[in-house]
């Protein structure tokens, strides 16, 4: 999936770049059908609506970067790994990476098995990994995976070719795991980010799949709530919105027509088997 700038109004969730979830892809090991690798892309480098680049640390210390797996199809969490960033003195961030199982997945993931922890975060072109046990992580600054002509989307669709993120940057969190660590070999997974805050923890953004913030309505709603509520919430929106005229129709979509797309969007999660046979995302 994709959704740069999914906070409304192409701004960022709690106005934090380090909190917009921007990528999610799952896909097998190449050489390796026996493992997994699951890419978690937030920070986009670049503001939509500026030309000043955003904040050169990585990842908001404090905050949870966790990523949901259900496991018997329910729209509920049966496994979460759960990252969390500190950073030091002089500028540099480590990662520690927990996993939690069983019915506390559903929930903020503070605690739980510790599988590493001090992992380095890579700010340079040198890609810093960590092994631990089956698993290998990396953590930090990549090159923006995406492609798209942004400038000619804003001006009414009318595209040269031009790629906005050639010189773009996002921050990754990359978890490469046996097949396994996945309980079943079908599973639903999405991503999120949890910022802490004075009244508690508190969901910033979230996704699972391709490219929701651009298309769907009520992305506040959406981002901070959970995979049970999002159809809801969805259709909802889709009865107060004239959902055609964003393809270029004047009708009112009917009620059968809103209710598909709320299933296939809603929740976001994005369902995958593994060995996955391609790459799962955009």
Avoid at 89 to 104: L, N, Y
Wanted: proline share 6%; glycine share 8%.
């Amino acid at each position: 999936m994709s959704h740069h700038a999914s906070g409304p109004n192409f701004d960022f969730p709690r106005g934090d770049a380090r909190l917009d979830l921007t990528d999610l892809f799952v896909f097998t090991k190449p050489g390796d059908p026996s493992k997994s690798i699951i890419v978690f892309d937030v920070h986009p480098s670049f503001r939509l609506d500026s030309p000043k680049p955003t904040t050169t640390e990585p990842f908001a210390p404090g905050a949870l970067y966790e990523i949901k797996i259900d496991t018997n199809g329910d729209a509920i969490a049966d496994i979460c790994y759960s990252v969390q960033f500190a950073s030091s003195e002089d500028g540099k961030q480590a990662a520690t990476v927990r996993c939690i199982r069983g019915a506390r997945a559903a929930g903020v993931g503070e605690d739980g098995e510790i599988i590493v922890e001090r992992a380095p975060v890579s700010v340079a072109r040198e890609a810093l990994l960590t092994k631990a046990g089956d698993y290998c992580f990396f953590f930090g600054w990549r090159s923006d995976p995406f492609f798209f002509d942004v400038n000619g989307n804003f001006n009414h669709m009318q595209f040269t070719g031009d790629d906005f993120f050639t010189d773009k940057d996002v921050c990754s969190i990359v978890i490469e795991l046996p097949n396994s660590a996945l309980g079943t070999n079908a599973v639903g997974i999405w991503a999120r980010t949890v910022d802490k805050t004075a009244d508690g923890w508190i969901q910033a953004d979230r996704g699972g799949r391709p490219l929701q913030a651009v298309f769907l309505p009520a992305k506040r709603e959406r981002n901070t709530s959970a995979g049970t509520q999002q159809m809801t919430i969805a259709s909802s929106a889709y009865s107060h919105t004239n959902w055609n005229t964003r393809v270029a129709t004047r009708r009112r979509m009917p009620k059968a027509s809103r209710k598909r797309c709320c299933q296939t969007f809603s929740p976001m999660i994005l369902a995958a088997r593994y060995p996955f046979r391609t790459m799962a995302g955009r």
